[in-house]
């Protein structure tokens, strides 16, 4: 019996946890949204099919945190979402969300190609950064606050960045994050750094500087080889 294998597709997000990726929805090769969900294996190279979500997606964002793939965005058949799904992918079911809004903004727009990072220490939570609507990319910074999943809490970020949709962040280390690449509604977006305390922009040489000082300390903090494989899955995943 042949071993399934995931359709082509574009537009989804991939999650590498231990030696498992997992990889969510889509969008075809015709432009369909996709609700399916796969899990590869990478020491057995076999991909399992899981649940799929509710509603087909593309252009979201997916996190893992402990055992929760927490799903958030995208644009689906009705149009854009901001939605949050988790998939329990222990007992390999779909829960629902307990979410509770920010207490004067409410919750992100609806919006698709943003980054959400997970940010585990002190406290596990996911920070969203920009993304687009259907006329601009967006400049807003959340906080969701995932240390007690399933039950989400939403904490806006009252310090707007730089527009940027279609891009991608790295957690350099414990209290810096870079964002990279996408666009700036119709230009290419400058590389920049985000400080993790102040939740503010920092100008990218003097990150860097900072960040070379760091390399030659006793004791630098580089960035995990779960992240850096992680960027890379995210490219070659289906390039099996």
Not at 9 to 26: D, E, P
Not at 91 to 103: F, I, N, S
Not at 196 to 219: I, K, Q, V
Request: contains cysteine; hydrophobic residues 40%; proline residues 9%.
């Amino acid at each position: 019996m042949a071993t399934p294998l995931p359709p082509p597709r574009w537009f989804h997000t991939s999650v590498l946890h231990n030696s498992t990726v997992y990889v969510v929805g889509g969008r075809s090769l015709e432009g369909v949204p996709r609700r399916d969900r796969w899990a590869l294996d990478l020491l057995s190279r076999v991909w399992t099919p899981l649940p799929p979500l509710q509603h087909a997606l593309s252009g979201h964002s997916t996190v893992l945190h402990q055992h929760w793939l927490i799903t958030c965005f995208g644009a689906s058949e009705q149009g854009l979402t901001n939605a949050c799904s988790l998939f329990d992918t222990v007992h390999l079911k779909t829960v629902r969300p307990l979410l509770r809004a920010d207490a004067h903004h409410g919750q992100p727009a609806p919006r698709h190609h943003a980054s959400m990072l997970l940010i585990p220490h002190p406290s596990a939570y996911c920070l969203v950064y920009g993304g687009e609507t259907d006329r601009h990319a967006m400049d807003d910074l959340w906080q969701l606050d995932v240390t007690d999943a399933p039950h989400l809490a939403w904490k806006a970020i009252a310090r707007p960045l730089v527009p940027r949709s279609g891009h991608t962040g790295v957690v350099v280390d414990d209290a810096t994050v870079m964002y990279y690449g996408g666009q700036s509604n119709t230009t290419a977006a400058d590389p920049f750094f985000l400080s993790l305390s102040s939740l503010s922009s920092a100008h990218p040489r003097a990150m860097a500087m900072a960040l070379a000082s760091a390399e030659d300390s006793p004791s630098p903090t580089p960035i995990s080889t779960e992240t850096v494989i992680g960027i890379v899955i995210g490219s070659i995943v289906f390039a099996v």
